[in-house]
């Protein structure tokens, strides 16, 4: 448990909070690039701040206050010209610096203008999201992971707002155990509750789990029975990319779940994908955006999607998780190892330090790889192998993907690629990620079973 105090502490991520401060280190995913083409004027609340993204007639983007400092007018209807966004009401224009460059409607030879500017943040694109910063100069460096940055793959993102607190979104990515429960006893509870021939899918339990520090946040580790400790859920894992970042997948589907962070108790939900078939992919022009839907028609949570199971999960401990009234077992240390990186960064951070992940230089060859389990067979029950582990996952109607533009593309390619390994022909190398194998001075345990 914490106290309620280290609880607001963690949590809280408005402007002078200790952890809004924190959050406010790192770059944010605000919009995807897809959504500034459609539509150039775009209204964004991150860190309890609300501003407003833009895209102006010369393609560049900005991102400034909502309110308009002249009579508080919301910029959400602003029209981008050649160079800013200009007020609807009276005609003010703003550059992406904040700087207001024309009054038209004040008298001909005032200067008034010069002394007015408005809030006003850097905004960059990459791999086909618009990403934000909302801290203290210098600007650090918008990190390039592998997956953002690969040419041999296929991307989309899913959007899903939350109606909670992003640490709970997070802690979830240090439980190992619920997998077993949440998308296996639970998710089997549900279909068979829907259909009387479904047949239970999920039995394997975990036989042990781990945890550990590395230089980009903490790893999960996994041995289910049916595996051992030679296979990559354990030499390998998963990844938290810290502070807000899940990386899970492998095997030709790699993804970050991005827990961005509105305010205190909303966070919006980024599921980006990349899609690695192993034979050549299309060209994509943009990376399409599409919602993973929290709720069906009826206003019930989509509970037979294994993402829409975490989603609810978080959901229903409340808007910020009264952590004071909770009693942690042996299977939460990664939720404790979560919380102490958290409070140590945050108290970086007071101290006028970077914290981890924020970079000031370009990474060596332009890219930062992470590390990524490959798995040939399903974590969750180990005697039913996949022969291609991206097909079974988009066959599957419990995945997101099935909400997603791209899912008849990717099957078609996902299916050739299982032909061609069928007839023993070559597919595109493996990926070959850096491996950070268990122990070292963070590293945690907890055996499960005999
Ligand atoms: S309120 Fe924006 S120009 Fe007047
Ligand atoms: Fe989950």
Redesign the pocket.
């Known amino acids: 448990m914490l106290t309620k105090e280290l609880n607001e502490k963690l949590t809280r991520v408005g402007p002078g909070t200790p952890g809004g401060e924190l959050m406010r280190r790192y770059w944010h995913p605000v919009a995807a690039s897809v959504e500034m083409a459609e539509n150039p004027v775009k209204k964004v609340r991150l860190l309890g701040e609300d501003l407003v993204l833009y895209k102006d007639r010369s393609g560049n983007l900005g991102l400034i206050d909502e309110p ?6 919301s ?1 959400e209807y602003g029209i981008p010209e050649e160079e800013g966004l200009r ?6 224009l703003f550059n992406h610096t904040g700087q207001c460059t024309e ?1 038209p ?1 004040e008298p001909w030879n005032s200067t008034f203008k010069d002394r007015v500017r408005t809030k006003a943040y850097p905004v960059q694109e990459l791999g086909g999201l618009v990403y934000a910063y909302l801290g203290p100069q210098p600007t650090p460096v918008l990190p390039r992971y592998d997956i953002l940055v690969w040419n041999d793959v296929l991307r989309h993102v899913g959007t899903t707002m939350l109606n909670c607190n992003f640490m709970q979104c997070m802690e979830n990515s240090l439980d190992p155990v619920h997998v077993e429960w949440l998308h296996g006893y639970y998710m089997d509870y549900v279909w068979a509750s829907r259909d009387p021939n479904y047949r239970p899918r999920y039995q394997a339990k975990h036989k042990k789990i781990g945890f550990d520090r590395f230089e980009h946040g903490l790893i999960k580790r996994r041995v289910m029975e049916g595996a051992s400790e030679e296979d990559h859920p354990w030499q390998v894992g998963h990844p938290i990319i810290f502070p807000n970042i899940l990386r899970v997948g492998g095997s030709g589907n790699y993804q970050f779940q991005y827990r961005v962070p509105v305010d205190d108790t909303h966070t919006l939900q980024y599921t980006y994908i990349a899609y690695r078939p192993r034979i050549p992919v299309p060209a994509q022009d943009s990376v399409p955006l599409y919602e993973i839907p929290l709720k069906d028609e009826n206003g019930k949570y989509r509970t037979e999607v294994v993402l829409v199971q975490d989603f609810f999960a978080w959901d229903s401990q409340g808007p910020i998780a009264e952590r004071d009234k909770e009693h942690l077992g042996q299977t939460d240390v990664g939720v404790i190892m979560y919380r102490d990186l958290l409070r140590e960064q945050i108290e970086k951070v007071e101290r006028g330090e970077d914290p981890m992940g924020v970079f000031r230089s370009e990474a060596p060859n332009g890219i930062i790889q992470l590390p990524q389990e490959e798995v040939d067979t399903d974590p969750v029950t180990p005697n039913q192998p996949y022969k291609t582990y991206g097909l079974q996952v988009l066959m599957n109607p419990g995945t997101c993907e099935q909400f997603s533009p791209l899912l008849g593309t990717l099957l078609e390619l996902f299916r050739t690629a299982e032909e061609k390994a069928s007839r023993g022909e070559p597919l595109l190398p493996a990926l070959n990620p850096p491996h950070y194998p268990p122990g070292g001075a963070y590293h945690k345990t907890v055996e499960l079973l005999k």
Do not use: D, T
């Open positions: 308009c400092p002249h009579r508080r007018v910029m007020c609807p009401y009276h005609g003010w009054q409607a």
